[in-house]
Structures are given as C-alpha cells and as structure tokens.
C-alpha cells in the first residue's frame, strides 16, 4: 500500500522560512510527478507547485521567486522549500504523487494527509 507522509509544517512569523519534505512508502514501480497544493480555511484546494520526472518545474504565480520544489528520486521524496513567507500563505498543504503500483499498472494518483503551516504577521 503506497502512502505519502509530510513533514516540516509549523508555525513562522511573516518573512521566516519551511521546509516540507513528503516521502512515499510501500510497494510501488515508478513515481512520476509530484506536486504540492494547499488549502486555506473556506478556500477551495489550490496547486502551489508541480515537478516532473524530468524535473522541470511549475509555480503559482503567488509564490514564484519565494518557493523551490525539488525531488530526491533515490529517497522517493518531494521537497518544498518556503522562503518570504506571508500570512496569505497560512493553509494546510498537501503533498501529492502520480505513481504507478506495477510496470503494468495504470498511474493513479495519490495523497497525503497534509501539514498545516501558520504564519503570523
């Protein structure tokens, strides 16, 4: 069973730093991209950033230049670096991975159970 745990989540004033690690566990074939989204009290679930396989990279236009996603592909972990963090970034944010159970298995995609990051003004 394949599982995706985040960590690094916390509370920072306005202006410090996170950093997210999610690491995918269990039986599995292949993972190709992984993503983070985030979700604010009362707001639908966003995409914050998106990495490929070949690891070209993908930010909402809110935190580009503030924000880094990287992949450990030999630790099957997906990083989120947070730098100039904002209180309008305050949400619980999920990691997320398309991976494949099986070299014939379909790709499906999989969740975390997310992290809460607060930042204070």
């Known amino acids: 069973q394949v599982q995706l745990v985040e960590s690094g989540g916390g509370l920072v004033q306005a202006g410090g730093s996170l950093r997210l690690s999610c690491v995918a566990s269990?039986?599995?074939?292949?993972?190709?991209?992984m993503a983070w989204y985030r979700q604010a009290v009362g707001q639908q679930r966003e995409l914050v950033a998106h990495?490929?396989?070949?690891?070209?990279?993908n930010y909402v236009d809110s935190v580009k230049g503030r924000f880094t996603i990287s992949r450990d592909n030999a630790k099957n972990t997906t990083y989120l670096q947070m730098n100039s963090l904002k209180p309008e970034d305050t949400a619980v944010y999920y990691c997320?991975?398309?991976?494949?159970?099986?070299?014939?298995?379909?790709?499906?995609?999989?969740w975390g159970q997310g992290t809460q990051v607060t930042v204070s003004s």
């Open positions: 997320n991975a398309e991976i494949k159970t099986s070299r014939w298995a379909s790709q499906f995609m999989y």
């Open positions: 269990g039986s599995f074939w292949t993972i190709a991209a």
């Open positions: 990495i490929s396989s070949g690891r070209t990279t």
